[in-house]
């Protein structure tokens, strides 16, 4: 199964660490912000896969995505290591289909700050910005600390460009297992 192609984590518990599930729900979040219907690109990806048993509906992925701590609706529900290898294994697939965007976007972006040129000048670069500010500020409790630090526009930019290179890791070789692998950096024992 798909599932094996990446390596279980050598932690304690067979639940995800609360920085794994923040990264994977950004990762998607940067997914929505890319594609229109993100959400349901992610459930269509999940039927293709065979995934359907770990993601079955759209009230399951809320679900799993909603264990992520800064999350408005955050459900004190562990995330299994199944659900985060299946939310991984989508997004990367997800992100290959979308890597001469992201390569595009990422390219505008670098010589718009070579330049000095405001990032509102490109329409694309804009709309991905835009879309993805606006996911965030609606999706995460802002009185939580991790989402204080980042309430501002520049700051969201920044979160923003920074999960586009991460989605460009995830379509090189071995992408997929090296990204899921960084997910567990520093919590491994």
């Known amino acids: 199964m798909i599932l094996d192609t990446l390596p279980d984590p050598a932690i304690a518990t067979k639940e ?36 359907k048993g770990i993601i079955k509906d759209r009230v399951n992925l809320w679900r799993m995505r909603s264990s ?35 390569r595009q976007l990422l390219m505008i972006y670098q010589q718009m700050d070579e330049k000095q040129i405001p990032l509102e000048q490109n329409l694309r670069l804009s709309n991905y910005l835009e879309r993805f500010r606006a996911h965030f500020k609606s999706r995460m409790n802002t009185r939580r600390s991790g989402v204080l630090a980042l309430t501002s526009d520049e700051k969201l930019d920044d979160l923003a460009i920074t999960l586009l290179g991460k989605l ?14 960084s997910l567990f950096d520093g919590e491994v024992e």
């Open 16 to 51: 995800c660490p609360q920085r794994t599930r923040l990264q994977i729900d950004l990762i998607l979040l940067a997914i929505e912000a890319l594609e229109l219907g993100g959400s349901e690109a992610i459930l269509a990806f999940a039927q293709e896969l065979d995934l």
């Open 68 to 102: 992520n701590p800064l999350r408005r609706a955050h459900m004190r529900r562990p995330l299994t290591i199944m659900e985060a290898k299946a939310l991984v294994i989508i997004a990367c697939y997800i992100a290959r289909r979308l890597t001469v965007v992201i």
């Open 168 to 181: 460009l890791f995830c379509t090189g070789t071995a992408g997929m297992q090296r990204f899921w692998i």
